[in-house]
């Protein structure tokens, strides 16, 4: 007896101190136990790296101004989804099943986060995309939102530049095929500047190429024998940089626009000089803060990292804040009454602007259009939406 009574006691002692040594379930599920766990889901190798490490310092810096929603920390959980949509996929999965987040913040590309759709939509957990501008993002997706405009009113936006500002009535366009996004906004402008000029035949060079290209010379030969007065180059940072570099090295010396993936330091760094004088949309100009939480936003911000932020890094952190903002009004960290709250979100106050959503969870906000000047990405307009 004495035997089995002192075996009873060590079982005793290591089930006590096994217990003391891990943490209760519940505190490790998305919104359940005292923890509410929100995910963030971006490129943070690959192609894409340099975009999505700029929303993921917005999305850190909302955290660490607003650590706690509904008396419970919240935690960021942060998924690579690699640059790759078959890696998106599997990311976004993994926060869903795995890491139980009430809501996800992402991605730069929008090939990226329509790769996640069926995910979050499926499992019921919203996503609030920060700069993920192609329609289809949230096309038939209750469960996906965004804190940016869509790229119907950006490609508008440059079609009116190139034919107002810069008198072009003929243009030509290089667009990263490859890419959702660089597809997608190629034809809301091709489709605006038609209509602008009038001259169903106004885009006098078509060329394409494909993401990680280096060499642009076939391209920029043929669009050179056209003669365009302005070159559309929807693309990533890194190969719109390469493109302009060459187009300079070609005799090149037509204006050259292009949207907000160009606004990364890796442009001017890969650009140099031959960036200078490069037009693009964008969201957010810091030079003219547009509410409080833009005040806030840049103060904190300057003082975290000793720089100035990138337009994407204050959608970050709006898509953070408005993620909590959505779990107070709906008082719970269930992901299906998160969604509900996150839809009717009209006149928030986001570092970036003042944010609406529309029927289909897409903000309707202003455009900024930016040059850059000095080395550096200066603020030029304003632009906004029609029917405002």
Known sequence: MKKVSFLLAIVLILSFT??????????????????????????????????????????KLANKLYPEVLGKKVELVIADNKSDKVEAASAAARLVEKEKVVAIIGSWGSSLSMAAGD???????????????????????????????????QGTVMANYAFNKLGAKKAAIIQEVSNDYSVGLAKFFVDSFKELTGDANCIVASSNYNTGDQDFTAQLTNIKAANPEVIFAPGNFTESALLIKQAKQLGINVPII?????????????????????VF????????PITDESEKFLAEYRKEYNKEPAAVTALGYDAYILILDAIKRAGSADPVKIREEIAKTKDFMGAAGVISLDENGDAVKDAVIKVVKDGKFTYMDTVKPVNR
């Open 119 to 153: 995910i979050v939509k499926n499992a019921k957990v919203p996503a609030v995309g920060a700069s993920c501008t192609n329609p289809l993002v949230t096309l038939n997706n209750d469960y996906y939102f965004r804190v940016c405009f869509i790229d119907p009113f």
């Open 18 to 59: 096994l217990a003391g040594c891990s943490k209760p379930a519940e505190q490790t599920t998305g919104g359940d136990g005292e923890v509410i766990k929100i995910g963030v889901f971006e490129p943070i190798t690959g192609a894409n790296a340099g975009g999505g490490a700029l929303e993921v310092e917005g999305a």
């Open 258 to 278: 292009g949207g907000d993936t160009w606004e990364t330091p890796e442009f001017i760094d890969i650009g140099q000089a031959d960036v200078e004088g490069t």
């Open 281 to 288: 949309s964008t969201f957010f100009a810091t030079e003219k």
